[in-house]
């Protein structure tokens, strides 16, 4: 069974940094796209960046140049570095693997306020 566990989310203030990370098992990270979600309240959730497995990586519009998204095969580890934080970014993020099914972690809260 291919499971997915987020860490790292938490409060920040307008115009700071958080690491997201993304754990996986029972999946090869590597030959598979993953990607990272958000739902912010009352809202759809929203694709934010994917990295394929040959490396190849996309960006949501509204979070390109501050988003960064990687990934770290031999820890079976994708990441996403937030910066220059915005409080439209406020959602819970949710990373996402499309392997014998579609799956999904727990997601984890990400609030930017002052």
Known sequence: QVQLVESGGGLVQPGGSLTLSCAASSVILG????????????????LVASIISGGGKHYAD????????????????VYLQMNSLRVEDTAV?????VATGIYWGQGTQVTVSS
């Open 31 to 46: 030959l598979r796209t993953m990607s990272w979600y958000r739902q912010a309240p009352g809202k759809q959730r929203e």
């Open 62 to 77: 509204s979070v390109s140049g501050r988003f960064t998204i990687s990934r770290d095969n031999a820890k079976q580890t």
């Open 93 to 97: 993020y949710y990373c996402k693997v």
